[in-house]
């Protein structure tokens, strides 16, 4: 298993400003996912960060508004920039279990309310 | 395109099973079927996964279709802890390392 801490927990924000989100894994692990998931809705994922190389965005998200940091196997870093009410949302990171493929283990995500 | 069809909510008693279904008909071969939940307030959980057979863990039974183009997930006396939204993931071996992909799940609402 892995268990994996996000800081902040919650946060509001001012239209404008950004957010960096912090997530921490317990073990060592080479990918790690980011997902945001807008009020009632399911989880999207924004992007893949895998250690020593730049992240690999899905469609409709971008580095420049999504930046991410991998420096190591056990941390990662999401910032949330420009941000408008629109970026409300929990945004989670993820990994997937060593040697068990299929099971991914997430952070208990952080609430970002823009204002 | 989604690779699985969910009911949108169902309700179940409390102590009573939970059969939670999932249509996923364009399954192929190499494609295992996966069962996430996510509790309010809190990240997604993996509870079981298969292939072909059935399978059953400390938390839920799955059950597969002979023609693998639909699966139950069965909770087998549901409490009101189990009030969650429900996700049937399809995916394949060589996707190994690679994200899960998220569709709208059902919400499973059980009461007392």
Redesign the interface.
Known sequence: SAVISQKPSRDICQRGTSLTIQCQVDSQVTMMFWYRQQPGQSLTLIATANQGSEATYESGFVIDKFPISRPNLTFSTLTVSNMSPEDSSIYLCSVEASGRFGEQFFGPGTRLTVL | DAKTTQPTSMDCAEGRAANLPCNHSTISGNE?V?W?R?IH??????II?GLKNNETNEMASLIITEDRKSSTLILPHATLRDTA?Y?CIV?A?W???????????TTLSVSS
Do not use: C, D, M, N
């Open positions: 295992y996966y996430y996510q307030s809190q990240g997604p959980q993996y996964h939204v996700y995916r071996a996707e190994a390392g690679t994200a899960l992909i998220f569709g709208k799940g």
